[in-house]
């Protein structure tokens, strides 16, 4: 930086002495610098507002996503003077849910923390709703809220209009860790909280910061800068009781039908998970956040398993007597509504959170690191012995379900065309033109994007990945709109990746001002559109359960090559109706250095090769009383 600190003021109030402090932050090239270099005292007399800004720095946060009102306007002033400074990083939005979702993006894919910023009302409550996918998927992001002022002279514009005390902070708390800064000097308790919540190390999730309008610029005399809360960092750690570790060696020793569930929190474990897999010959099967934990080709890699599933998967999970768990939260879906594993006797599990690992009867809990904990069961089993040759026939037994698998996808893949009653012509059908955009995204070395819906579903039976963090899918909320925003988070990170979002016409109209936010902070990725006209997830299951889909589709046209057209910077092209056509839509897209956009037309109706099938149970709809049923009868 070449901006001189002016050290008459920089320990002043106003707009000089935040300049000054802002400038000499920058010259130091960090808050900590300019502490330790003397360029910054280490006292200061600081606005609420200023004095947020310098805490979420001193835990990595210097990036902010907002949209700015009448609750933000102290923040925001701090804010344009850090970065015109070169501190930090403002990036505006249109939409408070598409910014809620580009902050979990960028924090989920990219690891950088950062800070959505808003107003109070309607925008604060949209950003709290998109904040369900961060809540969902255990991804650390600050929200930051306006809120009503503190001296209770009357109805704030905005507030919830009820005679009881700081209701946003109320509901805020319902999603995550909240707290209300209805006095400037508890900042530093509430930046304790935050990074606890924001950067915890197993299950992070939302912290929600409520500024008042009136408390945003009082004064914090003299804040110590040194004893605001630096991020949170704890050690890796392991079992410290050998025996449990021993009883579990033995217990996978004595079993020859083992079936690994890897949740999300085990795709950080690749390396470890895959040595445990082959070293007890467990069949392995994923969930849709798990894709890439194992190689696709992997002969002990069965794929998803779960209400969707898959037929090898689901054969592992429905047939296995010991459950091994790693990183899992037995959410409905992974797990059938409980009733995915009929015939398991006991359970392993290792995850380092206290409900999750505890989850199912008959367990054997190995609390802690999974990375660590494999590491500690791996010394146990070399020393075990040979694992019973019976074991190898299980293997055999669900390689050949996945060579089924496989010979099934193929199939369906390539009924390639199907006619349709609503495009009244023969249009792609979804798992071919999925997996022509999913092959193409593996030869491009794009990270996939998956939104909610069919799409999703047909997605994660059809991705093969070789390794984690090619694919992420909001599985944890299905928040349509989340993948078309994710594909804005590339042009916030230091270090992007190339994204292609797939999503379905309802769940792009969710959120299409993206297109706008995307050309303006550069991201560089394509939107996939696959537009079968309606709900389709939910018409099939319409159909599945009662024979006729409901109110799941309008007969309202849309054409998104010429919406998306409209957008200064945005290239989008028609995918055409067959695989020619859409492999050239994707490559044209591909050339543009910018954001793109593909149109494809895919079948919606009742022929099976229309979809990939669904495998297990779940408890909804008329299924409910025979789930539950089986449930009541399960011991696990």
């Not at 507030?159 to 800064?181: I, N, R, W």
């Not at 769940?507 to 006209?533: C, T, W, Y």
């Not at 490559?587 to 079948?603: C, E, I, N, Q, T």
Request: net charge negative.
């Amino acid at each position: 930086m070449n901006q001189t600190i002016n050290t008459s003021v920089i320990g002043q109030l106003g707009s000089e002495g935040q300049q000054a402090r802002a400038t000499a932050i920058a010259s130091a090239g960090g808050l900590q610098a300019a502490l330790d270099s003397g360029l910054l005292p280490k006292q200061v007399s600081v606005s609420l507002s200023e004095g947020l800004v310098l805490g979420l720095l001193r835990q990595g946060v210097r990036k902010y996503l907002a949209i700015f009102g009448h609750g933000s306007t102290d923040l925001g002033e701090v804010l344009r003077v850090y970065t015109d400074a070169g501190v930090t990083q403002v990036f505006n939005f249109r939409n408070e849910v598409e910014m809620a979702h580009a902050g979990t993006a960028l924090a989920w894919v990219y690891r950088e923390s950062c800070a959505v910023v808003t107003s109070i009302g309607p925008g604060a409550l949209q950003a709290l709703a998109g904040s369900l996918a961060a809540a969902s998927n255990g991804v650390g992001v600050y929200h930051i809220y306006g809120d009503e002022t503190t001296h209770g002279e009357g109805y704030n514009m905005q507030q919830v209009p009820k005679p009881q005390q700081h209701l946003f902070g109320q509901m805020t708390a319902l999603m995550g860790q909240s707290y209300v800064l209805h006095t400037p000097e508890a900042l530093r308790d509430a930046l304790r909280r935050g990074t606890q919540c924001v950067h915890h190390p197993i299950k992070a999730g939302p912290f929600f910061l409520l500024l008042p309008l009136n408390t945003q610029p009082q004064v914090i005399h003299e804040l110590n800068l040194g004893a605001l809360p630096e991020r949170l960092k704890l050690p890796r750690t392991g079992v410290a009781d050998d025996a449990a570790i021993a009883q579990v060696a033995a217990l996978m020793r004595s079993h020859s039908r083992i079936v690994m569930k890897v949740g999300g929190g085990g795709r950080a474990f690749s390396a470890e998970v895959r040595a445990l897999a082959e070293a007890s010959g467990a069949a392995v099967v994923l969930s849709p956040g798990s894709t890439g934990v194992l190689p696709d080709a992997h002969p002990q890699n069965m794929h998803v398993g779960g209400s969707k599933g898959s037929i090898s998967g689901n054969h592992a999970m429905e047939h296995g007597e010991l459950l091994l768990v790693v990183g899992s939260r037995a959410v409905c879906q992974a797990d059938c509504s409980g009733v995915g594993y009929p015939k398991v006797q006991a359970v392993i599990n290792i995850n380092a959170d206290l409900a999750d690992v505890a989850h199912y009867n008959a367990t054997l809990a190995l609390p802690g690191d999974i990375g660590v904990v494999i590491g500690q069961l791996l010394r146990a089993l070399s020393v075990a012995g040979t694992p019973s040759d019976a074991r190898q026939a299980w293997l055999d037994e669900c390689a050949g379900m996945k060579a089924q698998w496989k010979r099934f996808l193929a199939s369906r893949q390539l009924a390639q065309r199907l006619a349709d009653d609503v495009w009244q012509r023969p249009v792609l059908s979804q798992p071919a033109a999925i997996k022509t955009v999913c092959d193409f995204a593996k030869a491009n070395s794009a990270v996939k994007f998956f939104d909610a819906g069919d799409v999703q579903a047909n997605g994660f039976q059809t991705v093969e990945d070789d390794q984690p963090f090619d694919t992420y899918t909001e599985t944890g909320a299905s928040y349509m709109g989340f993948a078309t925003c994710a594909v804005i988070a590339a042009g916030l990170a230091d270090k992007p990746r190339y994204g292609i979002a797939f999503t379905g016409d309802g769940s792009f109209m969710m959120n299409p001002q993206a297109l706008i936010s995307a050309v303006e902070h550069g991201a560089k990725g394509m939107i996939v559109i696959f537009d079968n006209r309606r709900m389709a997830a939910i018409s099939s299951l319409q159909q599945a359960q009662y024979g006729i889909d409901f109110r799941t589709n309008d007969g309202v046209a849309v054409d998104y090559v010429q919406l998306a057209s409209s957008v200064s910077g945005v290239k989008a092209v028609w995918g055409g109706d067959t695989l020619e056509s859409l492999q050239a839509a994707l490559k044209a897209a591909r050339a543009h250095d910018g954001l793109s956009l593909v149109h494809v037309p895919v079948y919606a109706g009742t022929a099976d090769e229309g979809g990939l099938g669904a495998y297990g149970s779940w408890n909804v709809g008329n299924w409910c009383a025979d789930v539950q049923r089986r449930y009541a009868n399960s011991t696990i």
